[in-house]
C-alpha cells in the first residue's frame, strides 16, 4: 500500500477524532455540571450543519459568517431545550436524562429527515481553503488541515478555560457543591444554562466543520452519537482531558485500521471500549464516583 | 431599628412534609457575636441554612441588613454581604488551596486583604497549590472562614467552626474569631463547645425541638450556669 494512503487515512481518522473530542468534550462539560447524559448531542453536531448549510442555501451566508453563526444558533436551540425540557429532569436518576435527550434526538432527527430526506445535500470547500499541499509523503488538503487545527486549538482551550481560568473554577466547583457555589453568590442556575449552551455549540461548531467534508445529512448526528459515547466510556464520564485525549487517539486508531484491516474499522472502538471496561470501569481518565 | 443586621420574625422551615423549624424569633446587632446553642437535632444548622435561603421552603420575616429575603435565592442573599461557613468545611476537593480561597466573589469592598489572610492562616500559604482533598480538618476549616472574610461580607454565619479540631487549633479559631470581631464583623454562630462559644460570644440563644426557648447574654452565663448545662444534656 502507498504512503499516500495510510496518510490519508490518518489525517481523515485525525479530523474523525477530533469531532469525537468536541462532541464528547461538550458531553463531559455537561455531564459533570447537570448530572445529565446527553443523548442529543449527535443532534447538535447535525443542526450545526444544517444551520451552515440553510444560512448559505436561504440567505447567502457563506461558511466564515457561518461558522460563528451557526453554533450560536444551535447554542439557543440547545438552551431553550435545557430551560423548558431538560431542567425537568435534573433532580431524577440520570437515566431519564439520558432517555429524554434520546428522544430529543430522535425527534430533531426526524424533522429533519422529513423536510430535507436522506440523500444529503452538498456543502463546498470555504473560499480561501479549496486545494491543498503536496507534502511529498502525502497530499494535505488545506480545508483538512485547517479542520484539524481548528479543533485542536477548540478542544484545548476549552481546558484551560475549565481548568485554568476563574469561570472554570465557578464551574468545577459547581459540579461538586452547587448549593455552596450558591451561597457564595454565584448564580449557578445561570452558569448552568451557560455551560449547557456552550458544551452544544462545540458540537455545532464540529457540524459546521464536517459540513464540506461529508455531505450534510440529517443522519450525521446518529452516525457519529455511537463512537461518540464509546469514546466517552473509555476516556471517562465526566473527565474533560479524557475526553479530548481519547477522542483524538480513538479517531486514529479508526483510521489505522481502516488501512490495515478495513473489516475491523467499525468494531475497533468498541473492542478498546470493552477491553477498558473489564480492566478500569471508571475509564482511562475518570474518578472512581 | 436601623443597626439590626439580622432580624427573624416567626420563621418555620420544612424539609420536605417534615416541620423543623417552628416559629423561631432572633435578632442580631451590628458587630455582635451571637451563637445558637442547644443540643444535636434542634435546628440549629436548619436555621442558618434558612438565612441563607438554602433550605428554601420556609416561610415567615428574614431581613438581612434591612432587606427582607425569604423569597431570595442563596446567591442573591450573599450578594446583601453574608458569607457563609457550612458545617461540613465545604471546600473543593478538586480546586487548589488557591483556587479555593479565590472562589467566593468580593461581595463589598473592605475584605480581608490575602497579605493578612496569610498572616492570620500561615498554613494557607504554605499549601497554596495543593489540592482541596489533601487539607487536614483544621486547615480546611481555616480555609474556609478565609476564604469568607476576602469577599468583604459584613455578616458571617459560621457553622460549628471548631467541631472535631484540636485544641491547639480551636485556639486558633478563636484567635481568628478575635480577629474578625475587631474588624466590626457581625457573626451569628453555632457552637457545640460551649466553653469556647462562652468565651467569644456577646449572647447565646438556646434552641430546642425547632424553637429559641431562651436567650442568655455574656454577662448572665454565670448566674445562668445550671440551666444551660440542663440544656445542653451536659
Same mark, same amino acid.
Not at chain 1, 91 to 102: A, K, Q, V
Not at chain 1, 206 to 212: E, F, I, N, W
Given at each position: 500500500?502507498?504512503?499516500?494512503?495510510?496518510?490519508?487515512?490518518?489525517?481523515?481518522?485525525?479530523?474523525?477524532?477530533?469531532?469525537?473530542?468536541?462532541?464528547?468534550?461538550?458531553?463531559?462539560?455537561?455531564?459533570?455540571?447537570?448530572?445529565?447524559?446527553?443523548?442529543?448531542?449527535?443532534?447538535?453536531?447535525?443542526?450545526?450543519?444544517?444551520?451552515?448549510?440553510?444560512?448559505?442555501?436561504?440567505?447567502?451566508?457563506?461558511?466564515?459568517?457561518?461558522?460563528?453563526?451557526?453554533?450560536?444558533?444551535?447554542?439557543?436551540?440547545?438552551?431553550?431545550?435545557?430551560?423548558?425540557?431538560?431542567?425537568?429532569?435534573?433532580?431524577?436518576?440520570?437515566?431519564?436524562?439520558?432517555?429524554?435527550?434520546?428522544?430529543?434526538?430522535?425527534?430533531?432527527?426526524?424533522?429533519?429527515?422529513?423536510?430535507?430526506?436522506?440523500?444529503?445535500?452538498?456543502?463546498?470547500?470555504?473560499?480561501?481553503?479549496?486545494?491543498?499541499?503536496?507534502?511529498?509523503?502525502?497530499?494535505?488538503?488545506?480545508?483538512?488541515?485547517?479542520?484539524?487545527?481548528?479543533?485542536?486549538?477548540?478542544?484545548?482551550?476549552?481546558?484551560?478555560?475549565?481548568?485554568?481560568?476563574?469561570?472554570?473554577?465557578?464551574?468545577?466547583?459547581?459540579?461538586?457543591?452547587?448549593?455552596?457555589?450558591?451561597?457564595?453568590?454565584?448564580?449557578?442556575?445561570?452558569?448552568?444554562?451557560?455551560?449547557?449552551?456552550?458544551?452544544?455549540?462545540?458540537?455545532?461548531?464540529?457540524?459546521?466543520?464536517?459540513?464540506?467534508?461529508?455531505?450534510?445529512?440529517?443522519?450525521?448526528?446518529?452516525?457519529?452519537?455511537?463512537?461518540?459515547?464509546?469514546?466517552?466510556?473509555?476516556?471517562?464520564?465526566?473527565?474533560?482531558?479524557?475526553?479530548?485525549?481519547?477522542?483524538?487517539?480513538?479517531?486514529?486508531?479508526?483510521?489505522?485500521?481502516?488501512?490495515?484491516?478495513?473489516?475491523?474499522?467499525?468494531?475497533?472502538?468498541?473492542?478498546?471500549?470493552?477491553?477498558?471496561?473489564?480492566?478500569?470501569?471508571?475509564?482511562?481518565?475518570?474518578?472512581?464516583? | 431599628?436601623?443597626?439590626?443586621?439580622?432580624?427573624?420574625?416567626?420563621?418555620?422551615?420544612?424539609?420536605?412534609?417534615?416541620?423543623?423549624?417552628?416559629?423561631?424569633?432572633?435578632?442580631?446587632?451590628?458587630?455582635?457575636?451571637?451563637?445558637?446553642?442547644? *443540643?444535636? /437535632? %434542634? &435546628?440549629?444548622?436548619?436555621?442558618? #441554612?434558612? !438565612?441563607?435561603?438554602? =433550605?428554601?421552603?420556609? $416561610?415567615?420575616?428574614?431581613?438581612?441588613?434591612?432587606?427582607?429575603?425569604?423569597?431570595?435565592?442563596?446567591?442573591?442573599?450573599? *450578594?446583601? /454581604? %453574608? &458569607?457563609?461557613?457550612?458545617?461540613? #468545611?465545604? !471546600?473543593?476537593?478538586? =480546586?487548589?488551596?488557591? $483556587?479555593?480561597?479565590?472562589?467566593?466573589?468580593?461581595?463589598?469592598?473592605?475584605?480581608?486583604?490575602?497579605?493578612?489572610?496569610? *498572616?492570620?492562616?500561615?498554613?494557607?500559604?504554605?499549601?497554596? #497549590?495543593?489540592?482541596?482533598?489533601? =487539607?487536614?480538618?483544621? $486547615?480546611?476549616?481555616?480555609?474556609?472562614?478565609?476564604?469568607?472574610?476576602?469577599?468583604?461580607?459584613?455578616?458571617?454565619?459560621?457553622?460549628?467552626?471548631?467541631?472535631?479540631?484540636?485544641?491547639?487549633?480551636?485556639?486558633?479559631?478563636?484567635?481568628?474569631?478575635?480577629?474578625?470581631?475587631?474588624?466590626?464583623?457581625?457573626?451569628?454562630?453555632?457552637?457545640?463547645?460551649?466553653?469556647?462559644?462562652?468565651?467569644?460570644?456577646?449572647?447565646?440563644?438556646?434552641?430546642?425541638?425547632?424553637?429559641?426557648?431562651?436567650?442568655?447574654?455574656?454577662?448572665?452565663?454565670?448566674?445562668?450556669?445550671?440551666?444551660?448545662?440542663?440544656?445542653?444534656?451536659?
Amino acid at each position: 500500500m502507498s504512503a499516500m494512503a495510510l496518510f490519508g487515512q490518518l489525517l481523515l481518522g485525525l479530523i474523525n477524532g477530533s469531532f469525537y473530542a468536541m462532541l464528547s468534550l461538550g458531553l463531559a462539560i455537561v455531564f459533570g455540571l447537570l448530572g445529565i447524559v446527553n443523548a442529543a448531542q449527535g443532534a447538535f453536531y447535525m443542526l450545526g450543519a444544517f444551520f451552515a448549510w440553510m444560512l448559505g442555501q436561504y440567505i447567502g451566508i457563506g461558511y466564515w459568517p457561518s461558522l460563528v453563526l451557526a453554533p450560536i444558533g444551535v447554542a439557543i436551540v440547545g438552551v431553550i431545550m435545557e430551560r423548558t425540557i431538560i431542567k425537568r429532569v435534573y433532580n431524577l436518576d440520570h437515566l431519564y436524562g439520558l432517555l429524554l435527550t434520546l428522544g430529543l434526538f430522535q425527534v430533531i432527527q426526524g424533522l429533519f429527515v422529513y423536510w430535507y430526506g436522506t440523500s444529503g445535500q452538498p456543502y463546498d470547500n470555504p473560499p480561501g481553503l479549496t486545494g491543498g499541499h503536496n507534502l511529498g509523503f502525502m497530499f494535505l488538503p488545506n480545508y483538512r488541515a485547517w479542520v484539524v487545527v481548528v479543533s485542536i486549538v477548540l478542544c484545548f482551550g476549552t481546558w484551560y478555560a475549565i481548568e485554568k481560568t476563574r469561570l472554570g473554577a465557578y464551574l468545577r466547583a459547581a459540579t461538586e457543591n452547587p448549593t455552596l457555589v450558591r451561597a457564595f453568590g454565584i448564580n449557578v442556575p445561570l452558569l448552568v444554562t451557560l455551560a449547557f449552551g456552550g458544551g452544544v455549540a462545540l458540537a455545532g461548531i464540529a457540524g459546521v466543520l464536517a459540513a464540506p467534508i461529508y455531505q450534510v445529512n440529517p443522519l450525521m448526528g446518529g452516525n457519529i452519537l455511537v463512537p461518540v459515547f464509546a469514546v466517552v466510556v473509555i476516556g471517562g464520564f465526566g473527565s474533560i482531558l479524557g475526553a479530548i485525549v481519547t477522542g483524538l487517539v480513538l479517531g486514529v486508531l479508526e483510521g489505522f485500521s481502516k488501512v490495515f484491516y478495513p473489516e475491523a474499522s467499525n468494531m475497533v472502538i468498541f473492542a478498546i471500549m470493552i477491553v477498558v471496561l473489564l480492566v478500569k470501569p471508571q475509564g482511562l481518565f475518570g474518578r472512581e464516583r | 431599628m436601623s443597626d439590626q443586621v439580622l432580624d427573624i420574625a416567626g420563621l418555620n422551615g420544612w424539609y420536605g412534609e417534615s416541620h423543623v423549624l417552628h416559629g423561631i424569633d432572633l435578632k442580631v446587632g451590628q458587630g455582635e457575636v451571637v451563637t445558637l446553642i442547644g *443540643r444535636n /437535632g %434542634v &435546628g440549629k444548622t436548619t436555621t442558618l #441554612r434558612a !438565612i441563607m435561603g438554602i =433550605l428554601s421552603k420556609r $416561610e415567615g420575616v428574614v431581613k438581612v441588613f434591612g432587606t427582607e429575603t425569604i423569597r431570595m435565592p442563596p446567591e442573591r442573599v450573599a *450578594r446583601l /454581604g %453574608v &458569607g457563609y461557613v457550612p458545617e461540613e #468545611r465545604g !471546600i473543593f476537593a478538586s =480546586l487548589t488551596v488557591t $483556587e479555593n480561597l479565590m472562589l467566593p466573589p468580593v461581595l463589598a469592598p473592605g475584605g480581608t486583604t490575602l497579605d493578612e489572610i496569610y *498572616r492570620l492562616f500561615p498554613n494557607l500559604l504554605e499549601r497554596a #497549590r495543593s489540592q482541596g482533598s489533601k =487539607l487536614s480538618g483544621g $486547615e480546611q476549616q481555616m480555609l474556609a472562614i478565609a476564604r469568607i472574610l476576602r469577599t468583604g461580607a459584613r455578616f458571617i454565619l459560621l457553622d460549628e467552626p471548631t467541631e472535631g479540631l484540636a485544641p491547639v487549633i480551636v485556639q486558633q479559631i478563636g484567635v481568628v474569631l478575635e480577629a474578625i470581631k475587631s474588624k466590626g464583623l457581625t457573626v451569628l454562630m453555632v457552637e457545640q463547645n460551649f466553653r469556647f462559644a462562652a468565651n467569644v460570644a456577646d449572647r447565646h440563644y438556646v434552641m430546642e425541638s425547632g424553637k429559641i426557648v431562651d436567650m442568655i447574654t455574656k454577662s448572665e452565663i454565670a448566674g445562668k450556669m445550671e440551666r444551660l448545662e440542663e440544656y445542653l444534656g451536659v
